[in-house]
């Protein structure tokens, strides 16, 4: 069984930076598509970035120039480098993974981490 662990959340000001890690074992593989989402209350999940099965990284308009994201085979591990953060960015962030090819949607992606909180204040 697979397992995504997510790790590197907190609280920072507006203007700051976090780090957020996902280790990820068993049988999902860190060459599937993997991603960030995150989800506000009241908001819908949301794909902020994402790296496709040829490890071309993709990004939401929202985040696009601010956000990183990365991989580490070697360690089996996802990362995403967060700067610039806004207040706007705080929600829980999701790691998930989708044994697909290509670019995967954002319906393909089924398994996930259990999530990690991030909080930005003004």
């Known amino acids: 069984q697979g397992q995504l662990v997510e790790s590197g959340g907190g609280s920072v000001q507006a203007g700051g930076s976090l780090s957020l890690s996902c280790v990820v074992s068993?049988?999902?593989?860190?060459?599937?598509?993997m991603a960030w989402f995150r989800q506000a209350p009241g908001k819908e999940r949301e794909r902020v970035a994402d790296?496709?099965?040829?490890?071309?990284?993709g990004y939401s308009d929202s985040v696009k120039g601010r956000f990183t994201i990365s991989k580490d085979n070697a360690k089996n591990t996802l990362y995403l480098q967060m700067n610039s953060l806004k207040p706007e960015d705080s929600a829980m962030y999701y790691c998930?993974?989708?044994?697909?090819?290509?670019?995967?949607?954002?319906?393909?992606?089924?398994?996930w981490g259990q999530g990690t909180q991030v909080t930005v204040s003004s």
């Open positions: 998930a993974a989708a044994p697909g090819y290509g670019r995967c949607k954002p319906y393909e992606y089924n398994y």
């Open positions: 068993g049988y999902i593989w860190i060459s599937y598509c």
């Open positions: 790296i496709d099965s040829d490890g071309r990284p």
